[in-house]
């Protein structure tokens, strides 16, 4: 009787423990009006009017979170990249800022 017992006493925690990982995590509960997809105030004030609204206010934007750490990485390895080639053709100059833009002429 107790192999049993502990047989199903094991099936049960194990049932538990399958179903808790299944749950929705903080990462999915609804967070506060201040998210990175929220809209600014003056789209918000012209939403209610039933017309297109085009947010260009990107100003508290997380990119980190909004796009993920993986890809914003993957961005900025390719951006140097084409950038170093430029270099190496002569197609880019620095500006007196240290900028890199491109070749006149």
Do not use: H
Request: net charge positive; glycine share 4%.
């Amino acid at each position: 009787m107790t192999k049993t017992f502990t047989a199903l006493l094991l099936v049960a925690f194990a049932m538990v423990a399958s179903v808790s990982s299944f749950t929705p995590s903080a990462a999915f509960s609804p967070r506060s009006s201040s998210t990175a997809m929220s809209m600014s105030e003056d789209s918000k004030k012209s939403a209610t009017t039933n017309e297109l609204v085009i947010d260009e206010n990107f100003e508290n934007v997380e990119l980190e979170r909004l796009l993920g750490k993986r890809r914003l990485k993957k961005k900025m390895r390719r951006y140097k990249t084409q950038l170093n080639e430029k270099i190496r053709n002569g197609d880019v100059v620095q500006d007196d800022n240290g900028d890199w833009v491109p070749k006149e002429g």
